[in-house]
């Protein structure tokens, strides 16, 4: 599971996955986390455009990692 450093990298790997949420997570540097929430708002966009919802957020060392599930 790579760890996004890029908005570009993060929204294509929502993009080419095509299995169930629950098989899918996002791991996100914390360099990509901008204070207003910009990069996220957009990642969660495109989640909500294929069904899923959010499902819990996991501190690691220097990144987090997104879990979905379906609304």
């Given at each position: 599971?790579?760890?996004h450093t890029t908005l570009?990298?993060?929204l294509a790997d929502v993009d080419a996955f095509n299995g169930a949420p629950q098989d899918?997570?996002?791991s996100?540097?914390?360099a990509l986390l901008d204070p207003a929430g910009f990069s996220?708002?957009?990642v969660t966009d495109r989640i909500l455009a294929?069904?899923?919802v959010p499902d819990?957020?996991?501190p690691r060392d220097g990144y987090?990692?997104?879990?979905y599930c379906v609304a």
């Open positions: 599971m790579p760890v570009a990298s993060a899918f997570s996002l996100i540097d914390e996220m708002a957009l294929k069904g899923w819990g957020v996991e987090r990692v997104f879990r």
